[in-house]
């Protein structure tokens, strides 16, 4: 395609026009074809879509009217089967939860204790002197007191 912008005038925009010997025609206009195209190609992609969404919906009500009363049959061993696979299910993703949270606290004290510096480490510094700072405090009150 070249970059030269539309020209109704050059391409006669799909307008009847007059040229001199007394006949009308009609010019041919690439961008109305274009439109009419993409249109088409609108129409049928739509269209087969909406025949697909119409057929998986009767499928899918053809499935449940064919299972339903397979379910009811079958509810007195389904739902205890569906709650016992939930649990278990529930278990194994908490404890693999617990495991990863363990080995994340490990691994902090390992990094604390071997001179790392891990995120937190200030806070638990600051807290641990404070805390020193009060006991200390709290010995002197406790040594005025009784001496």
Do not use: C
């Not at 395609?1 to 391409?11: C, E, F, G, R, V």
């Not at 641990?128 to 007191?145: I, N, P, S, V, W």
Request: overall charge positive; aromatic content about 8%.
């Amino acid at each position: 395609m070249t970059d030269q912008a539309y020209n109704p005038q050059h391409y006669g925009g799909g307008i009847m026009q007059h040229h001199g010997g007394g006949g009308m025609h009609q010019q041919w206009d690439p961008n109305r074809s274009h439109q009419v195209v993409k249109a088409a190609t609108a129409a049928t992609a739509g269209g087969s879509l909406l025949l697909l969404s119409g057929l998986t919906l009767a499928g899918t009500i053809i499935a449940l009217t064919v299972a339903t009363p397979l379910l009811v049959i079958f509810s007195p061993v389904l739902v205890p089967a569906a709650i016992t696979v939930f649990l278990l299910l529930t278990g194994f993703l908490t404890s693999g939860g617990f495991g990863v949270a363990a080995v994340t606290v490990l691994s902090w004290i390992y990094k604390y204790a071997t001179g790392g510096h891990p995120p937190g480490a200030d806070s638990l510094d600051q807290a641990r002197d404070k805390l020193g700072y009060r006991a200390r405090e709290m010995k002197g009150r406790a040594e005025q007191a009784g001496g």
